[in-house]
């Protein structure tokens, strides 16, 4: 049974910083290419950042210097390192891995100004 389980989020001031962590089971950790998403409310899921096995990382322009996708293969774990948060930034995170398809449950983040 797959299962992606994320982590970290919570409330900070603007400013602030934050690590989401996304635990993976059932799944070979080590050949997936795998993301963070977010949602803010009233808009579409967009793409924040991506690490594929190699470990090489993508990130959108909106987070680029701010924000760092990393992974242990060992730990079967994916991190998101957010520093410098804005209220831009608040929304629920989503881990998704691509082989098969999955989704997290989500973890809430949100940044007061």
């Known amino acids: 049974q797959v299962q992606l389980v994320e982590s970290g989020g919570g409330l900070v001031q603007a400013g602030g910083s934050l690590r989401l962590s996304c635990a993976a089971s059932?799944?070979?950790?080590?050949?997936?290419?795998m993301s963070w998403y977010r949602q803010a409310p009233g808009k579409q899921r967009e793409l924040v950042a991506i690490?594929?096995?190699?470990?090489?990382?993508t990130y959108a322009d909106s987070v680029k210097g701010r924000f760092t996708i990393s992974r242990d293969n060992a730990k079967n774990t994916v991190l998101l390192q957010m520093n410098s948060l804005k209220p831009d930034d608040t929304g629920i995170y989503y881990c998704?891995?691509?082989?098969?398809?999955?989704w997290g449950q989500g973890t809430q983040v949100t940044v007061s100004s």
């Open positions: 998704r891995a691509n082989q098969p398809n999955y």
């Open positions: 059932g799944i070979i950790f080590s050949i997936n290419v």
């Open positions: 690490i594929t096995r190699g470990g090489t990382t």
